[in-house]
């Protein structure tokens, strides 16, 4: 039996090579040393390996069969270096990620749109779900990383925060907002707001029941979007992050209402399970970092 793999290693260049010295050269030790390696193979092996010619050696009929199965292995050691290489470099892999679709649109096409420049051979797999669900993929392994809204009090989680949310209540632009100077008076006029169960409607209703406040909407919707162009519309108030609508405020189609009470910031966060991360989420960690890694950071 066989136990040094470096021993057959030996035997695979001389047989490659047909010749002693030039497979000396390529493993960078001494033709003595590679021809007391042979004698000592074929100890173990209990027959000769190798027939000496006037430019080389030759593999003895024994030693063909013994080749043959070096050959597929070592062929196959070659290809998985390869591929750890091209792991390590991401010149191939998949990077799973679990986001919204409101954090998809406005935070993470551009993130990976920058990324996919530096590894192109890198495929995605985006699935667009709730912060709670990207939770739960993240916590089942089914996604490498997770971008959800924070703050949240999930301690299973290293949470980075990559963009500042500021909410404000809006309103089309030619809305008279003029008698709204409170949270207080928004009860007295038609809102929109998104559905219960959606992260950013649980803060906002937290964040306002601080000064007594509980609105009733006219209209409950599970899309940030269909909100911002009911708004648009005219058809009652919204609450959104000011980074969500910068195009609509800059074409005056939406305005901010004064208020004098502000809402507590949020954050689009990136998060992750702690221990482990794939090279290719940790690369893409850096990346949204705008290149600056944290070695005594998990993320």
Known sequence: MINDLNLLRIFYFVAEEGNISRAAGKLHISQPAVSQHIKNLEYETGFQLFIREQK??????????????CKSIFKQIETMNQTLQDLSTLDTGILNIGASDTI????????????????????????N?????????????????????????????DFSECLT???????????????????????????????????SRRMLDINLMKYGVKLKPKFELASLD??????KKNMGIICV?????????????????????????????????????SNAARKFI??????ISDDNNNL
Do not use: W
Request: aromatic fraction near 12%; charge should be negative; proline fraction near 2%.
């Open 104 to 127: 998809c649109k406005y935070y993470l096409i551009d993130k990976l749109k920058e990324f996919e420049k530096l590894y192109p051979k890198i495929r995605y797999r985006v699935t």
């Open 241 to 277: 992050a000011k980074q969500y609508i910068e195009d609509e405020l800059r074409k005056k189609e939406l305005k901010i209402i004064k208020i004098q009470e502000k809402l507590d910031e949020r954050y689009i966060s990136l998060a992750v399970e702690k221990g482990y991360i």
């Open 56 to 69: 080389g050696v030759k593999l003895t009929t024994e030693a063909v069969e013994m080749y043959n199965h």
């Open 165 to 199: 949310l500021n909410d404000y209540f809006v309103c089309a632009y030619d809305f008279d907002d003029s008698n709204i100077k409170h949270f207080s008076d928004l009860t007295a006029y038609r809102t929109l707001l998104l559905e219960e169960s959606s992260y």
């Open 129 to 157: 779900c709730t912060t709670q669900e990207s939770l739960e993929l993240l916590k089942q392994k089914k996604v490498d990383i997770s971008f959800v809204h924070t703050p949240l009090p999930d301690s299973d989680f």
């Open 286 to 291: 850096v990346s949204c970092r705008g290149g």
């Open 226 to 231: 269909l909100l911002i162009e009911f708004c």
